[in-house]
């Protein structure tokens, strides 16, 4: 009985052994290059391309997930389709020495998602391998980061849901799921799951570490109005502007309802702290306005400070800075706003009509850059901080832009894109070749260079001369199963 029980005891730890390696084996992968830079701050997290020291890690490609089988999303399982690249910046801003640090499928369905890179971790989304009972992969996302050399891959968290909303932290994971939200602190041995708020009914991510913002229906039923609250990097929850913030008297706040307000979260600027809302009083009337607030570092909210800029419920704004006022991108009828002196007075510059509605991607010396319908254009839009009905529009690339998996970064004057026009691979822009005095539109390029390829002499198809993504070469990472798709997309046939 004694030698049983040793050899059960054996087995046991034997099958505990076999666990372990594989465990630590589903993740592992070569190294490439090193881990230099780490104690540099990224730029670009939130996007699709992020730059750390002279390392630029980003998406590869818009990863088909249709179809996608269990096998399909292993790790390692597709070479470079969907994975998380690594080039070396050259001071040229040329990239070489290009190579997979993450060979997994980033994919999200949430608007405005990308990666993160702290420290020496890389933070990413990617399809999960849970299964129904079919064998048939769940519409389930999974959390993840991996060590910038590519050394060590950890599972954060897994929700069930392939459009929720995420902020990577430098010590937590901030997601929403069932109109929860909730924090990953991965600062310790363990990551620790915790929900924070619960039952939002309205939700703001903000750029890259920062906050996630929202609103919440009083506990009370009783109680109109809502509150509006931040869930600060570290997981904290605070409430900034209260069910009462309004209400000046002494007695019950609740007996007021011109002071009880609905808040609409539309707009946040990391750059000076700003939040954007809009009010829409509880009283008969319903009267909206659209309101910003600069939050202190105590997050207490003073209504004296707090600045109206429009008499309506703007749905869509780009924000200049709480002091210097708003920009409606609501509609093709771009307007700006400044903050108003008076509760009656408008501070609205004139309008300025675009063929489309537009999104502004950034500002530099003078211009802005936006897409309008999925082209690249830029103007003047800004003279004294309201907009300028003079405006002069330059379409800057007849590139077709995407933002299915992430929107755009503006990293050392290169605008890295999600192609629609080729939606294999990550492309980027050299924004100074643009010359104002020709307007000759600047073309994308394939983030990664190219290798040389010798076509088939046999081949029922010739080079497309005219066709700048290629001019005689293919990616120089693209595999042989790839090449196929890629040749296929930029040929034009001997017939």
């Keep these: 009985m004694k030698k049983l029980l040793v050899g059960a005891v054996i087995l046991v730890m034997v099958v505990v052994m076999l666990f372990t390696l594989t465990a630590c084996d589903k993740y592992k992968f070569d190294a490439v290059g090193t881990k230099e830079y780490a104690d540099q701050d990224a730029v670009g997290n939130g996007t699709l391309a992020v730059k750390q020291g002279n390392y630029l890690y980003f998406v590869n490609n818009v990863a ?36 997979i640090v ?75 799921y069932d109109s929860n939200i ?5 600062s310790g041995k363990k990551f620790k799951d915790t929900t924070v708020v619960e039952k939002y ?37 605070k409430t900034i502007i209260r069910e009462d913030s309004y209400y000046t008297g002494t007695g019950d706040y609740r007996t007021n309802i011109s002071t009880l307000f609905t808040l609409d979260i539309i707009a946040y600027n990391a750059k000076d702290n700003s939040i954007y809302y809009t009010k829409t009083c509880k009283d008969s009337d319903a009267q909206a306005t659209t309101n910003g607030y600069v939050i202190p570092e105590n997050y207490v909210f003073n209504k004296s400070n707090e600045k ?25 009828t771009v307007a700006a706003y400044a903050p108003m002196t ?10 300025v009509t675009f063929s489309s509605t537009i999104t502004i991607l950034y500002e530099e010396d003078g211009f802005t850059y936006y897409l309008l319908s999925s082209k690249l254009y830029r103007a003047n839009l800004f003279v004294n901080n309201t907009v ?42 050299k924004m100074s070749d643009y010359d104002a005095t020709t307007q000759a539109l600047i073309k994308g390029y394939i983030v990664s260079g190219y290798k040389d390829y010798t076509y088939p002499e ?25 090449l196929e798709t890629y040749i296929t997309n930029h040929k034009t046939t001997n017939e």
Excluded at 308 to 332: F, K
Excluded at 458 to 482: H, Q, R, S, W
Aim: hydrophobic share 35%; proline share 1%.
């Design 102 to 176: 993450v060979p997994k499928m980033y994919y999200t369905d949430a608007a405005d998602a990308g990666i993160y890179v702290y420290g020496e971790w890389i933070y990413y989304v990617a399809r999960s391998q849970k299964t129904d009972n079919k064998g048939a992969l769940l519409s389930s996302l999974e959390f993840m980061r991996t060590k910038i050399d590519g050394t060590k891959t950890q599972s954060i968290a897994i929700v069930e849901d392939l459009s929720a909303g995420y902020v990577f932290t430098k010590t937590g994971l901030i997601y929403s």
């Design 388 to 429: 300028n009905k003079n405006a002069y529009e330059e379409k800057i690339s007849d590139v077709s832009f995407s933002t299915k998996l992430g929107k755009p970064s503006y990293l050392n004057g290169y605008l890295y894109y999600e192609s629609s026009d080729d939606a294999t691979y990550l492309s980027r822009i």
């Design 201 to 237: 009914t309205d939700i703001q991510f903000s750029e890259e570490d920062l906050c996630v913002f929202y609103t919440q229906a009083n506990e009370n039923e009783y109680v109109l109005g809502n509150h509006l609250g931040v869930v600060t990097s570290t997981g904290e929850n």
């Design 308 to 332: 109206t800029y429009a008499l309506a419920a703007l749905s869509s704004i780009y924000s200049l800075g709480a002091d210097i006022g708003i920009v409606d991108v609501s509609s093709a």
């Design 458 to 482: 046999d081949a029922d198809y010739t080079l497309n001369k005219d066709d700048e993504a290629i001019k005689g070469k293919v990616p120089a990472y693209i595999t042989d199963a790839d």
């Design 182 to 186: 909730h924090y990953v602190d991965y």
């Design 64 to 99: 088909d997930d249709s179809n996608l089988t269990k096998e399909d999303n292993e790790w390692k399982a597709n070479g470079t389709n969907g994975a998380i690249m690594k080039s070396t910046i050259n001071e040229d801003g040329t990239l070489t020495c290009l190579g």
């Design 342 to 351: 008076d509760a009656i007075n408008i501070n609205k510059s004139d309008d």
